[in-house]
């Protein structure tokens, strides 16, 4: 199981680590969320530029399979976006 990294990043700065967690819990909410704040950016960009929005949906699909096989149990997870 991997961990999660807490990073400040401020425009135009490489980001700096401040914090490590390695609860499996929190990671598989927080890939979760993530997951889940791209599907919302694509349903509002679909709005303005549905053709845009189909590509980033794809950007969507396979950023759930990396963090599928990245995070074990996210696909099972109460916190899944499945």
Partial sequence: M???IIAFS???Q???SVATVDDPE???TAAS???L???QRVVAMAKSDPVRARL???EVQRLRTALEILVPGLAKSPHGVM
Avoid: F, H, N
Wanted: glycine share 10%; charged share 25%; proline share 10%.
């Fill in 2 to 4: 991997g961990s999660l």
């Fill in 10 to 12: 401020s425009p135009g």
């Fill in 14 to 16: 490489k980001p700096l």
């Fill in 26 to 28: 929190l990671l598989r």
């Fill in 33 to 35: 969320i993530a997951i």
């Fill in 37 to 39: 704040e791209a599907e």
């Fill in 56 to 58: 980033q949906d794809a």
